[in-house]
Structure formats: structure tokens, C-alpha cells
């Protein structure tokens, strides 16, 4: 609901409402003075296109108000001025300033004053009806300006449809009398409209307000009019635009300060949900620290081997160690884990409690076979690694296999790194070859024992000829260094017959053997036993 046009305007804002509607009766009661008794120029359809503009715009603004405001009144008064839009219309039409040989409305002066009457009845008749609080239903609405719409067509086409109201020589007294009624019953549907608002109107009062008094003034300075184009007429013609200006800028002044209101509590919203999100951030960042401080203590982490197979011999030749963490009986997704954990400065920690738990579980292997870990290049360097893995007394062959969650800024320091692990045997792999440049980056650059395809290269090889042709450049390449390719993520038969036949060493994959927190099953020869 608007903040403002169902709340009491403040008094300046009040005030220039009330001003502009006195300043406009000031200057229609200085338009005789002015006009003297000058016929029809380019005045008359000035005045009566401004009126046209303004009077379809408070028509359009009060019912659009109605939404805003809930106040079904305004839709009788949007109801009122598109009737005053149509009638008006039809008088611009009617002058003999733009027609000169008769257009395609009637110019008598009898088919003139019956259309201004129509109007001015329809416009008193809403301001009424919304007094009343009738209900504005669509149906009801839409037959209250249907009839007047009606009754001005009718007035259009027929010279005098409701009788000789007027002539070259003047207002009958019927007219004189009718429009005398009507601005006593404007006049006292402004002070019951007033009386009704009580010491607190809202906008939307103000604004009917200076729609009926302004429309009373109207038919008063017309009631005074000796006739056409004389006196008090030109008085009235300039209220006839005044008063659906006043209301009109008043209404658009009310909602473009509406939208000022809006845009300042979307303002404040935007900045209380961003300072919400921040605290929640705070918690969040707080929360995931000690969840994080946790597993790097070794609550919650686990490790799952998953068997590297020879693809020919089908012979076990090592495991790759899987890290799994948990926190309440849930799951945690890795990758998450080490980003975060790389995004608080606890990644190198977290990852060396992941590699203790390995080497730790390394009895769960076959004897001769190695253990892979997954170590970042910022851990490599640590000094940590080199001792956990020095420390080992299995005496196992150890791989690690390098990762990229984050680029190598100085090859130099990491080849230092790798060279002190290959000084202790510990042999080195490179992770997701073949997934995009940066491995191909490693590979070149740390001289690694061994090749591991990245599962895209993988997925759908037996189908894919250059799939196929680049994992043949990969084999070719590491049988010219001395290296061995393992491909990681076979899934199927047919996957494994193409990597064998594309002499791929070794391999790992769901359909080999899943991960597993037990031993890596394997039979005396240290052939894999399917699950």
C-alpha cells in the first residue's frame, strides 16, 4: 500500500496543492477581463486539449491509485473522468475554429451545452456514488460510462437532444437552472467529501478535492456566462482545463514520490539484506572454520582406497587414496572441503591429515603395491610432506600424484620439492592429463613417472576417434619419456578393450572396482577380485 497516498500529505506539500487550485481560480476569474467577448481562435481548442490530456491522466492515475491505495472511491472518479475525456473530445471536435464548414460533430450551441451538462452530471454523479461507498464493481463501472458515453454520442449527431438549452443568443433557463443544480450538488459533495477526510485528508482527498471544487467553479462561472464566447464563458473554459490539471500534477507529484519512497526502502533493504548477509557469512565463515579446524584434527576424515589395475594382466598394482569427511553423520562433499579449507589458510594442513591417515591405513594394500596420494603443489613444498612420508616404515612404493585447485606461481620451488620426495623414492604422477592446458603444463615441466588420463578423456573413448587419437599421443609421449599412463574413470567394457588396445598400462574406475574403506581385494596371484 503507498506510504503516501494513504497517509496524511505534510502541510508545504498540502499547501501548494491548495495553491495551485487557488492560483487557477484567480486567473479564470481574470480570463473575462482579459478575453473580453472574442469568438472561437485557437484558444478554445488549446484550452480544450489540456483539459482532453489532464482529464485522461487523473482518469488513468486514480484508478491505478486504487491498487496502491485500496480505496475503491477513486475507481467511481476514474469512472467520472473518462467520461469528462470523451465529452470534452467531442467538443474539440465540434469547433468551428478546426471545422469551419461543419465537422463530424454537431456545433450548435443547444448539442454544446447538452454535452457540457452530460459531463458535469457524470462527474457530480461519481463523486457521489463514491460518497455513498457503492461498491465499484468492473460491471457496474463499466455501464455508468457506457451510458454516458451514450448520452454524448446522442448529443453529438443531434443538434438539440435534450431541447433548446441554448442558442446564438444565450442559455435557456433550463440550462441555467441544471447547471445551477449542479454546482449546489458539487459544492456539497466537496464539503461532505471534506467533512468525510476529517482533519487528516490523504493525497488522494486533496486531489478530489481540487478535482470537484474546481468543477463546481466551472459550471458556476458557466452559469454566469450570458452566452458563448462572452464573459464568464472564457472563465469557465479555463477552469474546464484547470480543474483536471491541478489534480492530474498533484496525482503524478503523489506518485513520483511514491516511487521516491520505494527506491528509498529498496535502498534499505538492499543494504539490511546485504549487512544480513555479511553476519551470515561471518557465522558461516565461523562455522566452517571450526568444522574445518575438526577434520584437520582427523575428526571426520577417512580415507578409501581405490585399486589401479593392470589392464592386461588384471594384477593390482596399487590404490588411490580417496579422501572422505563427514560431520554429523553427513557427508561433505571433498572438493568443497579443500576449497574451503584452501580459502581459510587450513588447505596444506588439512590435506597432510588426509596423507597421515593414508599412510597410516597403508596395510590394507597388497604387499608391492603402491599408494597414491593426492597432493597440491602448495603442499609439495611444505617440508611437513617430506617428513610424514620419510617417517613411513612400511616400507610401500609411494606415489604422489600432483593436483591443480590452484596455479604453480614458481616451478622452480616445486621441482626443489619433488626432487627431495624422488631423493626418499617416492615416485611422482600427474593428475587429469589430457582435461586442458595446465596438465599439459605439469607435464612438461615436473618430469612425472606417471600419466594419469582425466576421466573426460575417458568417458565415451571406445566411440570417439579423437578421443582415441589423443590418448595415443599421450602413450606414445610416456613411452618416450620412460613414463606410465594410468587412465582413471572407466566405466565400462568397452571403454577398457579401447584403452587396451590403445596399450594403456593401467586403470581405475567404477568398473574395475569402486573406492572402499576396507582391503583392497585381491587374491594370491594379486589379481583383483570382483566385489
Known amino acids: 500500500m503507498s506510504p503516501l497516498l494513504t497517509s496524511r500529505p505534510s502541510v508545504p506539500v498540502g499547501l501548494r496543492l491548495a495553491g495551485a487550485a487557488l492560483v487557477t481560480a484567480l486567473l479564470a476569474a481574470a480570463v473575462p477581463f482579459l478575453g473580453g467577448d472574442a469568438r472561437s481562435t485557437a484558444a478554445v481548442p488549446a484550452c480544450l486539449g489540456v483539459a482532453v490530456t489532464c482529464a485522461a491522466l487523473v482518469g488513468h492515475l486514480s484508478f491505478a491509485s486504487v491498487r496502491a491505495t485500496g480505496d475503491g472511491r477513486m475507481a467511481w ?17 465540434a469547433q468551428p ?10 456545433q450548435g450551441p443547444a448539442a454544446g451545452a447538452a454535452r457540457y451538462l452530460v459531463w458535469h452530471a457524470a462527474l457530480l454523479a461519481c463523486g457521489a456514488i463514491a460518497l455513498a461507498g457503492w461498491a ?64 487528516a485528508p490523504t493525497w488522494s482527498d486533496l486531489c478530489v478535492l481540487a478535482l470537484l471544487g474546481l468543477s463546481a467553479l466551472d459550471a458556476f462561472a458557466f452559469l454566469l456566462a450570458s ?14 482545463a484547470g480543474q483536471f490539471a491541478v489534480p492530474a500534477v498533484g ?11 520505494v527506491r528509498e526502502f529498496e535502498d534499505e533493504l538492499r543494504a539490511t539484506l ?9 557465522r558461516r565463515t565461523e562455522h566452517d572454520r571450526t568444522q574445518l579446524d575438526r577434520l584437520v584434527r582427523g575428526d571426520g576424515v577417512a580415507v578409501a582406497l581405490q585399486p589401479i589395475v593392470h589392464l592386461v ?74 617428513a610424514a612420508l620419510s617417517r613411513c616404515g612400511t616400507g610401500r612404493p609411494l606415489v604422489v600424484e600432483l593436483t591443480e585447485h590452484h596455479p604453480v606461481e614458481d616451478y622452480g620451488a616445486l621441482s626443489a620439492a619433488l626432487d627431495r620426495l624422488r631423493a626418499l623414492g617416492v615416485r611422482v604422477a600427474v593428475d587429469d592429463v589430457g582435461s586442458g592446458f595446465a ?86 596371484h594379486g589379481r583383483l577380485v570382483a566385489a
Not at 276 to 281: E, I, L, S
Request: charge should be neutral; include cysteine.
Open 274 to 282: 546485504l549487512l544480513d548477509r555479511a553476519r551470515m557469512n561471518i
Open 439 to 524: 596438465s599439459f603444463r605439469h607435464v612438461t615441466r615436473v618430469n612425472p613417472d606417471i600419466l594419469k588420463l582425466d576421466r573426460t578423456l575417458v568417458c565415451g573413448i571406445d566411440d570417439d576417434p579423437v578421443r582415441q587419437s589423443l590418448a595415443a599421443a599421450i602413450v606414445a609421449f610416456a613411452a618416450d619419456v620412460g613414463a606410465t599412463v594410468v587412465s582413471e574413470g572407466i566405466e565400462s567394457e568397452s571403454e577398457l578393450s579401447c584403452l587396451r588396445d590403445l596399450s594403456v598400462s593401467c586403470g581405475q574406475g567404477f568398473y574395475l572396482a569402486r573406492p572402499d574403506f576396507g582391503a583392497v581385494p585381491a587374491d594370491a
Open 251 to 261: 496525482l503524478l507529484v503523489g506518485f513520483i514520490a511514491v516511487a521516491g519512497k
Open 313 to 386: 594382466s588384471g594384477l593390482v598394482v596399487g590404490a588411490e587414496a580417496l579422501a572422505r569427511f563427514s560431520a554429523g553423520g553427513r557427508a561433505i562433499p571433498p572438493e568443497r572441503c579443500f576449497a574451503d579449507a584452501h580459502a581459510v589458510g587450513l588447505g596444506v594442513a588439512l590435506e597432510l591429515t588426509v596423507v597421515q591417515r593414508a599412510l597410516a591405513g597403508a596395510d590394507r594394500l597388497p604387499d608391492g603395491c603402491y599408494l597414491a596420494l593426492n597432493v597440491s603443489p602448495a603442499t609439495l613444498e611444505e617440508p611437513d610432506l617430506a
Open 77 to 93: 472518479i476514474a469512472a467520472g473522468a473518462t467520461v469528462a475525456v470523451v465529452g470534452l473530445a467531442l467538443t474539440i471536435f
Open 97 to 106: 475554429t478546426l471545422f469551419p464548414g461543419g465537422g463530424p460533430v454537431a
Open 136 to 199: 465499484p464493481e468492473p460491471r457496474r463501472l463499466v455501464i455508468f460510462g457506457g451510458l454516458g458515453a451514450l448520452l454524448l454520442v446522442w448529443a453529438a449527431v443531434a443538434s438539440a437532444p435534450f431541447g433548446p438549452l441554448a442558442s446564438r443568443d444565450g442559455y435557456s433557463f433550463t440550462l441555467r437552472a441544471l447547471v445551477g443544480a449542479v454546482v449546489v450538488a458539487q459544492a456539497g459533495v466537496v464539503a461532505l467529501w471534506w467533512r468525510r477526510a476529517g482533519r
Open 227 to 240: 452566452q458563448p464566447y462572452a464573459g464568464a464563458w472564457w472563465a469557465s473554459l479555463a477552469l474546464r
